[in-house]
Structures are given as C-alpha cells and as structure tokens.
C-alpha cells in the first residue's frame, strides 16, 4: 500500500470514528430535544404524561425507560454520519491541492477583505437574511391570529 493510500484510509477511519463519537456523546440531548418535539403531534400521549420541560424530560427518561434509552436511535445517526464525516476528512488534503487557498485564516481572510473591499463587504447579503427573517416573523403572527379564530 503506498504511502497516499495509507494517509486517505487513516484520515478516513479517523473521522468516521470521531464523527461516530461525537454523535454518541451529544445522543442524550438529542433525544430528549426529539421527544419534547414530537410528544404533542402523539395522541397516545396524553397531556399528563407529556414532558413539562427540558429537566422534567432528563429525569423521567431513566425512571421510567432505563438509562440507555438515552442513546436510542443513536445508530442511526451513527451510520448517516460517519461516511459523511469520513470521506470529508480522508479527501480534506485533496481538496486543498485543487483549489487555491485564498487565505491562511480567518483573521487573514478578515484582514484581506477589509483591505481589498472595504468594511462593507462583511454586511454583503445582509438584507437578504433581514428580509427571510421578516417572513419568519410575519408567519409567527399570521399563525397568532388564525388561532384566535380556531
């Protein structure tokens, strides 16, 4: 095996792995986050046994289905997220030869646009997010009112 074929099968088993890690260990706030958001749409669950909240879900998830639970569902994620994360980190040396690297960092990157285009660049497409962000907000009210008649 060369020495490129060795470098891409260690890069690409390391980040499989620690995409498979990092999955693991954020799995219990994950889940508790999917069960506070699915709960109401269940009408098997009624409103007594819903969560009341965040801490009410974090210990009631031990009592009542065993501490492993925590991390049901969790291969899953596992299996969607380590060749993402494994091809991303075996072809990352790749990438780099291909394309020219403007910038050594972020500061560098900072200082170049600055110098080069001005203190305006950095607000670029900045009223593209104010306007999606005032159709988001238009919804939450339009969604308000519509109740009020429900």
Known sequence: ????AVSFAKDFLAGGVAAAISKTAVAPIERVKL??????ASKQITADKQYKGIMDCVVRIPKEQGVLS????NLANVIRYFPTQ???FAFKDKYKQIFDIMYTGT??????????EGAKAFFKGAWSNVL?????????VLYDEIKKFT
Do not use: E, P, S, Y
């Open 86 to 88: 494994a091809l991303n």
């Open 132 to 140: 999606r962000g005032m159709g988001g907000a238009f919804v939450l």
């Open 107 to 116: 500061v560098d990157c900072w200082r170049k646009i600055a110098r080069d």
């Open 1 to 4: 095996m060369t020495d490129a």
């Open 70 to 73: 925590f991390w049901r569902g």
């Open 35 to 40: 069960l506070l958001q699915v709960q109401h």
